[in-house]
C-alpha cells in the first residue's frame, strides 16, 4: 500500500511529468524558429521605420551651427509664423475632413445600396480618379478654377455675376483640391463597412415599428460608424502632411506644414529645423491617433445611449 | 398594464390560468387572398390563399425555393406582393408599411442590433412607441423573464451563445405584444440538443401567450413538433393544410407523402372498382380511387414482417428479399427488394419477439401492410 501511495505522490508531484524536460525543449525551439521566421520582417521595420525617425528626431536637436540645443523646438513657440502655420494646416485638414464627409457618407450610402452591377460600376467613377496622378488632377482644377477658368467664364456669360469669383489660388482652391483628391480614401472603407451591414438588421428595426428615418438614425448610422471614424482618420492624418495641391492651389498663400518643411530644407538647407518640424508632426499625428481609437473604443464598449 | 398577468414567468400553468392566458388580446386571425409575386418573369407565389386563424401556431413548410420565406416577407411588409390582399381582423395591410404593421418577427440570424445591449435590443420596440422609461424597464423585465435570461439585460449581445441569442430575439418580437409573430427558421441555427428543446420552449410559450404564429420552416419534424397545423408549400403554391397528424396519415399529394415522414412509392392500377399491384389485389381503408396508374404510400414503420401461417385478412402481403439489415440499439431497418426490384424499407423496434426471427441478407420475406394504412395518391409526372 505504501509502495502505490509512493508512486501516486511520485507521478503527481512537480516537474514529474513524463517526458517534461524533452516537451520544455521542444516549446523553447519552436519559439527560436518562430523569432527566426519573424526576423526579417523585425529587421525591414527596424531599417525602414525606426531607424530613420530616430535619425530625424536626433537632427532636430543640432541647431545650423551644429551644437546640441532645444532651439529648432523654441522657436515653434517664438515665431508667430510657425504658429500660424500650424493653425492652417489644421484649418485645411479639418475643412477638408469635413467637407469629404458630408460628400462621401451620401455617396458612400448610395453604393452600398445599390445593386451589385450598378455599385461596380459607379465604384470604377470613385476609384478611377485615384488611379490618376495627383499633380494632373490638381492642375485640372487650376484649369477649371482659376480667374478666367471654366467655372468663372461659364457664370459670366450666363450673367450669374459680374466679377470673377476668386476660387483658385487661395484656400478655397486649396479646399476644392484636397477635398476631391481625398475623397476615395473616405468613401471606399465607408462603403466597405456599410456593405457589412446585416440587411436584416435594417428590416428588424422597421418591423419592430421604427420608420426608415428612424431606422437610418438608430440603427445604420450608429453601424456604419467604425467605418466613417477610419476613413475619417486617414483623409485627416493625409491631410496633415499634404505638399502637392496646396503648393499649386494656394497661390502662395496658403502655407501648410509640409511646404514649411520643404522650404526649410531645401531654400535654408536647415536640417535641423525641417527634422523638428517632422517631429512635431509626427507627435501631433500620433497623439489625435490616439485620441481616435480612444473614442473608437469607447464607442464599441459603450452601449447605445440617446436619451 | 395589459397583459401583466399572463407575463408571469410560471413553470406550470394551472387550468384556471390557461383560460385567461390562451385568448390573448392580440391575437387576431390572417386571410390571404390570391397572393401572386413574381420575380422579373419567375413566379415565385401563384394564386395563393390562406386563412390563419386567431392564435393558431401555423406552420409555412416546404424545401427552399417553395416560396415560403417570400410569403413570410410579404406578411412582414418587406417584400411587395404583385397581387392578391392580406387581412389581420378584417384590415386590409397589403399596402402598409412594416413600421405600422404591429407584426412581430424572429429573424433567422436573429438580427439583434449588435450595437446595443439586450435591454436596449428588447427596449427598441417598447421606445418606438414612447413607452415611458419605467413601463419599459418592467416590460422588458417581464420578456427577460419569459425567455429565463433574467438578469442579462446589460450584457453585450457579441457575449451571448447562441441560444441566449435566439431568447432575446425571441423576446424583442413579443415584447410590444404584436397582434402577429412570424419566424423564419428561428431555430436552424442553433444545434441539435438546443433546437429540440427550443422547439419544446416556443410551444409553450405560444400556449401561454396564445399570439396568432407563422413559423417557416424546411423541417418536417420541426413543423410536426410544434405546430397546430401545418401548410406544406411546392412550387409557389399549397399543396395542402392540414393537422400534422392528418398530413402523415393522409397526405394527398406524391409530394406532401415525400416530403413529410420517409416514404416508399410503389405503383399500382385502379381497374374494374379494385386496386392492383400487378397481379395482386391491394385492400385501401378508403374508396377505391378512379381508375388509372396511382401510388401506394408505404411508410417504414407501418410495414411489418409477416409469417405464412398468419392470417392475412386487413393485411396486405408483399413477398420480397433481404438487402439488408442495420442494427440500430433501439430499432432495425430492414431494406428489401420487391419481385421489380422496387427498393421498400421496413423499420421496427429491437421487440425480443421480432428480434428472434431476424431475416438474413438474401433471405425471401413477407411484409404486411395493413389495410387501413394504405395511402394512395396520384401519380405525378
Redesign the interface.
Known sequence: MSAQSLLLKEAAGPGQDLNAQALRADARRESLRLLALLAPSLFLVCAIIIVPIGWLFWLSLFDETGAFSAANYARFFEQASYIKTFITTFKVAFIVTGACVLLGYPLAYMLSQLPRRAASICLIFVILPFWTSVLVRTYAWLVILQRKGLINSWLIDLGVISQPLSLANNFSGVVIGMTHILLPFLVLPLYASMKTIDTDCLRAGMNLGAGPAATFRQIFFPLSLPGLASGVVIVFVLCLGFFVTPALMGGGKVVMWAMRMEQTTSLYSNWGAGAALGVVLLVVTLALLGLFQWLLGARATGVWSSR | MRGGAKRRPAPSVSAREKTILSIAPSALPISMRRIEKRFGSVPVLRDLNLDVEAGEFLTLLGPSGSGKTTLLMIL???VRANGGSIKVGGDEIITT?????????V???Y???????VF?NIA??L???GVAAAETAQRVEKALELVKLQGLGER?VDQLSGGQRQRVALA??IV?EPRIVLMDEPLSALDKGLREHMQIELRALHRRLGMTTVYVTHDQREAITMSDRIAVMNGGRIEQLDRPETLYAAPKTQFVAGFIGESNFIPVESRNGSVWYQDRLIQTGAQTPPAGPHLMVVRPEKLRLVTATEPSTGTNVLDATVSDIIYQGDSFVCYASLSDGRQLTLRDYCRSDVLARLPAPGQPIMLGLDAKDTILVAAEG
Request: a positive charge; glycine letters at 6%.
Open positions: 412582414a411588409g418587406f408599411p412594416p413600421h405600422r404593421r404591429n407584426i412581430g418577427m429573424f433567422q440570424n438580427a439583434l442590433f449588435p450595437h446595443m445591449n436596449h427598441f420596440p421606445k418606438q412607441r453585450r424583442r418580437a410590444f
